[in-house]
């Protein structure tokens, strides 16, 4: 379905999922490519965990942790050295990211690090002795490590039957999306909680949710999983290679809850039918991920379908991405 | 999770997305290589439309409708020719097709084709002044065109709200896959029907479900996707490449419905628990593909989540594979 823009869901969809269609971690390169990704490599580890421009190899000011290998001959790699000799691995590794994250900061090199996250996220397939790797959220995307969202779709019906869909405007003020419409609960998924506890937290700050309720009705339906390549109006470096999952969940309430603004993020909820929201995505006045996000619910609720949506096979495979970057420890 | 045999969720999954994933259509290969696929290229149109084995080019009784090019400086093909000269290409391709695969019945050099499967599949992205192409069902594996199939879970609740799955046993007599546990409606579409009309014969066909009931409460869920590579107990030629798409229903019912078995295909129903379920799964019971789809009904209903399932990430994307062929005209 095309709206008066012209716009697909298919669109939506590749908006999202914008990095190029190709195997990354197998793509292969000259000696005279200046644009081919550097591998971020752990110890002992030869599966990438994320990819680096060399533009940021380049300017970021490694330390004697990090070895940089720029032979043309086997893919280029930057790999986190374990001075501990595998006596604290994820220590040290942890202190290497921060050390050199926190010397880039200060010397203000590259612009997104200076946004106001101050939490790290997990280094997904990490894991040396049950600990975990974690790098600033801020500096995620420099490195290209895979980010984790979770977002939580609340809806309702109508006497009739109806699906509505509780739809959040984001804050004027803020520095990314500001003023676009978003899911309803969502946020970035912290090194040390899982999603369902993320959803937990960010449906009190968000939407006033009472956690219990929450607890209670909150169904976890999957993953949308995509490679975006970093663009403007996201905040940071231009280029970055994004790896993303979003963990997904529907809450399905009655008339009687109202999601209300907490925190300074929300301008205001909206109680939308699928008609409206379907009007509003083509419009493009969804955050890209949220499209996203928000097309997998049509697609699991029936509202998107073989018979009504010729770029149906499309979408719900691209939805689902196998991502370039080591997930499982 | 792991059973007592040692499989895994994500064991199944990929016992059914069998094939290497390697990016098919690009694959490179030398003049040497003698295991490099044929491309099926349809008439004006320069994407793959399936995949066939060197085996099955060299003993396909071709005619003069078909030009096959060997050289290895770009894709190894075999294109179906127009002698309409686009007046009716549609119907050039189709008789085309009927005319070899009748000629290869006839002289019996594939096992597959005596198969008792009268109908016709549809070459999916293939479109002429709006007429479909298509080619009997029981030869889609050796011209590696993408199939389709409908599979409907149906289930209930208890007072207690616990999921019970309606699951089906095969007949021991079929060829394939005789005696193992389905999901409670499956077919493949046939050419001139969608999805959904496949569903709704195949409810009363082979579960006795009434129509008016399906058609009022079913529900488009998503696609599961993948690509086989054909096996031993398929009931056909070994090592060829089967792109599938099964569209994926779910129907919710009461206490009241029961299917019962119609045809010969099916010979009981049991109404089992999540618990059940998860057991016949890891002892590899049900049919390959069906285990996938049980898998995605798992995912989509909160039964497998990131908290409970170590690969749930690999398992969602890979339930999603983007196929090698044409899907969309």
Request: proline share 7%.
């Amino acid at each position: 379905m095309s709206s008066p823009s012209g716009k697909t869901y298919l669109d939506l969809v590749k908006a999202c999922d914008s990095y190029p269609h190709i195997d990354i971690s197998q793509r292969p390169y000259s000696r005279d490519d200046q644009t081919a990704l550097y591998q971020l490599l752990l110890p002992g580890d030869s599966r990438p965990h994320g990819f680096l421009l060399p533009s940021t190899i380049q300017k970021m000011p490694w330390t004697s942790n990090f070895a940089i290998t720029h032979d043309p001959s086997g893919p280029r790699s930057v790999r986190v050295l374990d001075p501990s000799n595998g006596a604290d691995t994820a220590n040290s590794i942890n202190a290497a990211f921060k050390e050199v994250i926190q010397s880039a900061s200060d010397s203000r090199v590259f612009g997104n690090l200076i946004r106001p996250h101050p939490e790290d996220y997990k280094v997904l397939g990490a894991n040396y002795d049950g600990k975990r790797v974690q790098l600033l959220r801020a500096a995620a995307g420099l490195f290209g490590i895979c980010c984790r969202g979770a977002h939580m779709t609340v809806y309702t019906r109508t006497t009739a039957g109806e699906i509505k869909i509780w739809v959040p405007r984001r804050s004027r003020h803020l520095n990314t999306w500001p003023g676009k419409l978003d899911t309803t609960v969502a946020g970035g998924v912290r090194a040390e909680e899982s999603p369902f506890e993320c959803i937990i937290h960010e449906a009190d700050e968000e939407a006033s949710l009472p956690e219990e309720l929450v607890r209670k009705h909150v169904q976890s339906v999957g993953v949308v999983t995509y490679v975006a390549e970093s663009a403007a109006g996201s905040g940071g470096e231009l280029g970055l290679v994004v790896p993303d999952i979003l963990y997904v969940y529907d809450l399905e309430v009655g008339p009687d809850i109202t999601p209300k603004p907490q925190d300074d993020e929300v301008e205001a909820f909206y109680l939308m039918s699928v008609e409206e929201v379907k009007e509003a995505l083509l419009r493009e006045e969804f955050k890209t991920n949220c499209a996203s996000v928000m097309i997998d619910f049509f697609v699991r609720h029936g509202i998107l379908r073989d018979d009504n949506e010729p770029d149906f096979l499309e979408i719900v495979t691209r939805l689902h991405r196998t991502l370039p970057v080591a997930v499982r420890s």
